[in-house]
Nanobody
């Protein structure tokens, strides 16, 4: 069983930065961040294989967001720079012990979410 505790998020003006954290307990093979805007489907933002460190980014965030892990603290991080109003969403941390899937529903463990609001 893996428990995920998210922190960070909040409100910021366009062009600003925020950092999300997700503390994980237990073994993970892949961890990622998803987001869901009102009336939209969940979107995979970024993921990382916790063993190799290989990362994935959605095209919409490439060059602006950075996913990383603090192995000592077993924490997943998402540094978000140059934020845009379209980044506004609830951001969720997810973890899986076997795969690094594209769909939100494929992850065995999911956090409660944290709101990110970017104003223009």
């Amino acid at each position: 069983q893996v428990q995920l505790v998210e922190s960070g998020g909040g409100s910021v003006q366009a062009g600003g930065s925020l950092r999300l954290s997700c503390a994980a307990s237990g073994y993970t093979y892949c961890m990622g961040w998803f987001r869901q805007a009102p009336e939209k489907e969940p979107e995979k933002v970024a993921s990382i294989y916790t063993g190799s460190g290989h990362t994935y980014y959605a095209d919409s965030v490439k060059g602006r967001f950075t996913i990383s892990q603090d192995n000592a603290k077993n924490t997943l991080l998402l540094q978000m720079n140059s934020l845009k109003p379209e980044d506004t969403a609830i951001y969720y941390c997810a973890a899986d012990q076997r795969y690094c899937g594209a769909d939100w529903s494929s992850y065995d463990y999911r956090g409660q979410g944290t709101q990110v609001t970017v104003s223009s």
